[in-house]
């Protein structure tokens, strides 16, 4: 039997926002969980902030990173077409210790499942009218804060006092413009973040039900 264009299934995209530390990851590692690491290709809106190589590194930290400017939208929506189409991509790899994009990128192949997972995922018109499923991620102000408080001191190497700063600064209020009403797009709605576990029942189900 000969397989045809027209009986390729297409890919079914995810949208997954969520303020920080909402538990977006938590939710995206359910739909890998269900449809296993091979069906599913992720793009983590992360790795497409704008490369600031070009600025000192104390202007980089001055950088509203929580901001929709702060995101290279152009590239992200590229890429994603050319998942959809079929094509592999070579996304950029953010060094959140330094600010700006790493010399080295990261290859994602096209899959039956795309997730895009990240802050502003379900702020862009022309990207989220490719989503099939837009997923909203919620969760208290204070849980994602102290989430953001552990992670960017585990990880990113920040100090407590310049994460406090930078949450009172940008993310609180970014969250409150931008990300927050995006939740008025989402088609599901997660409370209590990756916690919730009977949602994330429904999810793994909904994924199957694609697969």
């Not at 909402?22 to 490369?51: N, W």
């Not at 379900?122 to 909203?136: E, G, N, T, V």
């Not at 953001?148 to 585990?154: A, F, G, I, N, Y």
């Not at 939740?183 to 909904?206: C, F, S, T, W």
């Amino acid at each position: 039997m000969t397989l045809t264009a027209t009986a390729i299934k297409p890919a079914f995209i995810i949208g997954v926002a969520g303020g920080t530390g909402s538990g977006k990851t938590t939710v995206t590692e359910r739909v890998l969980e269900v449809a296993g690491v091979g069906s599913v290709a992720i793009l983590p809106q992360d790795s497409y902030y704008r490369d600031q190589a070009e600025l000192p590194p104390e202007e980089r930290r001055k950088i509203n990173y929580d901001h929709p400017d702060a995101f290279d939208w152009d590239l992200l929506l590229e890429h994603l077409q050319k998942l959809r189409d079929g094509e592999a991509v070579f996304s950029p790899i953010y060094d959140f210790t330094h600010d700006t994009r790493a010399s080295t990128t990261l290859a994602i192949l096209p899959a039956p499942i795309i997730v895009v997972e990240g802050i502003l995922a379900l702020y862009d018109p022309a990207l989220r009218s490719m989503f099939d499923l837009k997923i909203f991620v919620d969760a208290d102000p204070d849980v994602r804060f102290i989430r953001r408080l552990e992670r960017d001191v585990r990880e990113r190497g920040r100090s407590p006092e310049s994460v406090i700063h930078q949450y009172l600064e940008n993310v609180r209020p970014s969250h409150l413009q931008f990300i927050e009403p995006t939740k008025r797009y989402a088609d599901v709605i997660i409370p209590h973040g990756g916690m919730n576990q009977p949602a994330l029942e429904m999810l793994g189900a909904r994924i199957s039900a694609v697969l």
